[in-house]
């Protein structure tokens, strides 16, 4: 058994420094960050596995993005394709 095959996963690998993914996952890790704090200093903690839905959708749909002047859901688009 594949799991990536079996997923449709596809397995990227650079022999570069992948700038723009370690960037991305420093972003949602800081989001997360923030909101599990947020969480803790009211009393109440929840696992981080319950709050990725909610830090992806904000990150992919509602957040600007200042390198591309958009949020990744538009900058999928086609009519922003390059």
Known sequence: MNIFEDNDI????TTEHANTAERAIRTV???M?????LQKKQGSEIHWSVIVPNILDVYNNK???S???M???EG????NEV
């Open 10 to 13: 596809l397995h990227i690998i």
């Open 29 to 31: 890790k800081n989001m």
């Open 33 to 37: 960050d923030k909101r599990m704090e």
């Open 63 to 65: 957040e600007i993005h």
């Open 67 to 69: 390198s591309i002047k």
């Open 71 to 73: 949020t990744p859901a």
């Open 76 to 79: 999928r688009m086609k009519k």
